[in-house]
């Protein structure tokens, strides 16, 4: 469960270059538990190097009756944060602290709770410096006198400390990936979701899946950043294959935090299909900024999967249609992005509409499925020849034919070598029949007797 935060209230201020960040930042503010009781803007195209705002407008902060905080969409620097708190009696929190205060809530592993502690301490590091240096520069000087004693032992604890973090993040990162390296020689395909906080991915992950268990579901709020870890879970209708759920994104994340989570979009970059997750509610421009974002944090990190864009929430009667979509995204990307894009495939994660045609589209990405037949004999290696073909096949009958077992199925075209040697192995041969039915157009018959090649 995400605990519900206390209510802490607060002035959201800005000037009028940080615009565009306002309505994001709203929505981070009140997700961390923030309540704006009032908006200060302040026309101004460039920041005050030390105040942000004029100092003006910090004065009228400081009147602002009943509030304890200041917001800011603006990443401000240490030096900034420190005058406007101390002008102002406010605590000053600009966008990347509220996001931190955000993971630092939600963190429910201990893996998630090293990345955000890692991310935590990166931050604050130069912005307690500056407090340490502004609040000691009149004391005296010498040992316990404050001044840059306080600031070098500060340093020194907490880079001891994220030098041991990074040191266990690096382990936990080399597990995922001998797990990730296991199922690759097992066969398996891995299906990731990702996309922007809030889309409905987690949603989406539990429509995915094979095993319907509620207990076992990934948890779905309204909240942004509810998701902050991964799980890796079967996914239904598509045999060995793994899905993903994963952290969203957010615009202009600093590299120092990628960083933290690095192991995390890891599980997306190495997947062979992306699901990218788009919320269709947002206004037109925000919509084609955040998949612009998104396409390029999985460009950053050399996604090497197809990325099927998943229009989600169609269940909504205001979500505009899949053409009036099409001509969005097409005239707002950058063509190098828009090329990122494997297929467009349009869901109701929380209806479950159309997730058997999204499941048809991956596997479409895995390649076409070749029908296949194969008869083998009652032996102790037949019937190993049998169990490996169904761990991989789609849709395998067994039967027993006189002294055989007959085995029929839909298998991925790379196992059809290592399917065919097996059943010779043992004795079998393997009979193919043409594509039967609508649904199996796409299905590729093997077109001549394999026995004994
Ligand atoms: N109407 C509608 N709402 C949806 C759909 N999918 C998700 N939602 C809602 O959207 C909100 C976010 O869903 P989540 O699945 O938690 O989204 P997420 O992308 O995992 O979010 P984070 O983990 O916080 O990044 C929840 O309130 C869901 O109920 C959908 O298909 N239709
Ligand atoms: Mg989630």
């Known amino acids: 469960m995400v605990p519900i935060p206390e209510v802490k209230k607060a002035v959201l201020a800005w000037i009028s270059r940080d615009d565009e960040l306002v309505p994001e930042m709203r929505e981070l503010c009140s997700s961390a538990g923030y309540r704006i009781v009032e908006e200060v803007r302040q026309v101004k195209d460039r920041p005050d190097p030390k105040f942000y705002f004029g100092s003006g407008k910090v004065s009228e902060l400081s ?9 800011t969409p603006a990443d401000l620097t240490p030096p900034q944060a420190y005058s406007i708190s101390k002008a102002s009696g406010l605590v000053v929190l600009d966008r990347i602290r509220v996001i931190l205060e955000l993971f630092k809530e939600r963190a429910s592993t201990p893996e998630s709770r090293l990345q955000v502690e890692l991310a935590d301490l990166h931050h604050q590091m130069p912005i307690i410096k500056e407090y340490i240096h502004q609040g000691t520069l009149t004391e005296r000087p010498g040992f316990l ?31 995922r990936g001998q797990k990730r390296a296991l199922r690759k020689r097992r066969g398996a395909r891995t299906v990731s979701i990702a996309g922007y906080t809030n889309a409905g991915k987690s949603t989406l992950f539990n429509a995915l899946l094979a095993d319907d268990d509620p207990l076992r579901s990934a948890e779905v709020s309204p909240m942004v950043f509810t998701t902050l870890g991964t799980t890796t879970r079967k996914m239904s209708g598509i045999r060995n294959c793994m899905v993903t759920d994963t952290v969203g994104f957010i615009r202009d994340l600093p590299p120092w935090l990628v960083e933290g989570f690095m192991s995390t979009l890891e599980e997306v970059f190495l ?20 998949l612009a974002d998104s396409l390029k944090v999985l460009r950053n990190g050399s996604t090497q999967g197809k990325v099927v864009l998943v229009l989600n929430k169609a269940d909504l009667p205001c979500v505009r249609s899949e053409e009036e979509f099409l001509t969005l995204v097409k005239n707002g990307l950058d063509p190098a992005l828009l090329a990122m894009i494997s297929d467009i495939v349009r869901v109701s994660a929380k209806d479950r509409t159309n997730i058997d045609g999204l499941i048809h589209a991956i596997r479409q990405l895995f ?12 032996t102790e290696i037949g019937f190993e020849a049998v169990k490996y073909i169904r761990e991989l096949s789609e849709e395998s009958e067994e039967g027993f034919v006189e002294a055989d ?27 193919i029949g043409p594509p039967s039915t609508e649904d199996e157009k796409g299905l590729i018959p093997i077109s001549h007797d394999m026995k004994g090649t």
């Open 405 to 431: 077992i007959e085995v029929s199925g839909l298998l991925e075209e790379r196992w059809v070598v290592p399917v065919t040697r097996r059943i010779i192995e043992a004795g079998g041969r393997v009979v």
């Open 367 to 378: 390649g076409p499925l070749v029908r296949f037949k194969a008869v083998v004999p009652q």
């Open 271 to 290: 997947s062979d299909v992306v699901l990218l997750v788009v919320d269709p509610l947002d206004p037109d421009d925000m919509l084609v900024r955040k």
């Open 145 to 175: 006198g404050g001044g840059e004693y306080m600031v070098d032992y500060y340093y020194e604890m907490a880079r001891k400390r994220m030098a041991r973090i990074r040191k266990e993040l690096a382990l936990t990162r080399k597990a």
């Open 63 to 71: 009147e602002i009756e009943d509030v304890e905080y200041m917001l």
